[in-house]
């Protein structure tokens, strides 16, 4: 069991160019619940969009995870489920951090070629047993470059490949959805 707070005023919710995203969830585990274990998680994900121009945009994100007691495997908090770069289930345990940065833009201003843009993102973040352990010299960075095709230019859905490095690996995403 659970609860969530989230404050939400972007104007968008494929993709934002402007406004905010703040959540704060707090979820419970707990043998008189019907769990086989039993812990907390608590976690904020914060989010800000901002306009440099009509097409231009910078999009921020910060996420923490908080784990107290014994936690399964599956609950953890990793780096590769959030940061581009690393695959699912890289670098796991308790507490996770992530800083996520992009900058997004559609160049061009009519005809087909309006519906294609790029992106360019820098990711940093750490895992830590214990939350004393985070630290700037443990951090994991990532970075890379997209390409975005508008599928529904009305309702700025896209379609989104990204090529990331990261320490020792990369990635390549094709998804329908925006990372953050």
Not at 38 to 46: A, P, T
Not at 122 to 133: D, P, R, S
Request: proline share 3%; aromatic share 18%.
């Amino acid at each position: 069991t659970g609860f969530s707070i989230i404050y939400n005023n972007r104007n968008n919710s494929f993709y934002p160019a402007k406004g905010s995203y703040y959540k704060f969830e707090n979820s419970f585990f707990h043998e008189f619940l019907g769990s086989d274990y039993n812990f907390f998680q608590h976690k904020i994900d914060l989010r800000k969009f901002i306009t440099i121009s009509e097409d231009h945009i910078l999009a921020f994100q910060t996420l923490f995870t908080y784990i107290k007691d014994e936690v399964p495997f599956q609950k953890l908090g990793d780096l590769g489920s959030k940061m581009r770069g690393y695959y699912k289930g890289r670098y796991i345990d308790n507490h996770r951090l992530i800083v996520r940065s992009e900058y997004r833009l559609f160049p061009w201003k009519s005809g087909f070629p309006k519906r294609i843009g790029f992106a360019a993102f820098i990711e940093t973040g750490q895992v830590a047993h214990e939350l004393e352990k985070i630290s700037f010299s443990e951090l994991k960075c990532s970075g890379g470059v997209g390409l975005r095709f508008m599928l529904i230019p009305k309702e700025k859905f896209n379609l989104r490949i990204d090529f990331a490095v990261g320490k020792n690996s990369t990635d390549l995403i094709l998804t329908s959805d925006e990372a953050f």
